[in-house]
């Protein structure tokens, strides 16, 4: 079971996504939250999987919430869903650790797979969204780094050490030995990696991670 949390100042909206989860045998909607503020003081008293926040909200807007919800010992996957296809708020909720990205009139169906994705260590960014995130950081001469670490944001803390150690040229092998894990997780860490990144192939995501600077981070 998915545990799940609706965050929108709409209270229409909220019932509205708590209806559309509830029809999934799956998700569980174990809390709801008028405000950014009153979200993150839910995800401290239980134990939440996934959120979905709206990005435009008094007291504490979506994406100050989902940096401070990232910054939780437990904390919850994030999906930012507004009705503003904004590039800035796009690139904003990903940089606060947001997990994806979607429109409030993505289909039911998509909204629910995405609960599903994100709760599985992937990403999930509408598709408009993602070409025109990238697009706009392309053309106004920003370095590649920003788009890519953008994308790297998508992944959790453990699979971001995967990665920088693939992007060093590290097999599965080595990587289960340098990070004390099993050879099987490793290898399933890299193809939720490969996914959430958008990479067909390890050499992708190993440029994609040296674009990102993760290379050069500290372990």
Same mark, same amino acid.
């Given at each position: 079971m998915i545990r799940t949390m609706v965050v929108d100042d709409d209270a229409l909206v909220r019932l509205g996504l708590i209806d559309l989860l509830g029809q999934d045998p799956a998700l569980s909607v174990v809390a709801e939250a008028a405000d950014g503020l009153q979200a993150v003081e839910l995800a401290r008293s239980q134990q939440i999987d996934v959120v979905l926040m709206d990005i435009r909200m008094p007291r504490l807007d979506g994406i100050a919430a989902t940096r401070r919800l990232r910054e939780l010992p437990t904390a919850p996957r994030v999906i930012a869903l507004t009705t503003f296809d904004l590039d800035e708020y796009v690139y904003h909720a990903l940089a606060a650790g947001a997990d994806g990205f979607l429109l409030k009139d993505t289909p039911p169906a998509e909204i629910a797979r995405a609960?599903?994705?994100?709760?599985?260590?992937?990403?999930?960014l509408h598709p408009a969204a993602a070409r025109r995130l990238i697009d706009r950081y392309h053309r106004a001469g920003t370095p590649r780094s920003v788009a890519a670490r953008a994308r790297i944001n998508c992944l959790t803390a453990r699979e971001a050490d995967v990665l920088r150690l693939l992007s060093a040229g590290l097999s599965n092998a080595d990587i289960a030995k340098g990070l004390g894990m099993r050879e099987s997780t490793v290898k399933a860490? &890299?193809?939720?990696? *490969?996914? !959430?990144?958008?990479?067909?192939?390890? &050499?992708?995501?190993? *440029?994609? !991670?040296?674009?990102?600077g993760l290379d050069h981070a500290e372990a």
């Open positions: 609960v599903h994705v994100v709760a599985a260590g992937q990403g999930m860490h &890299v193809s939720r990696i *490969l996914t !959430a990144l958008g990479t067909a192939n390890r &050499v992708q995501a190993a *440029l994609l !991670a040296r674009d990102a």
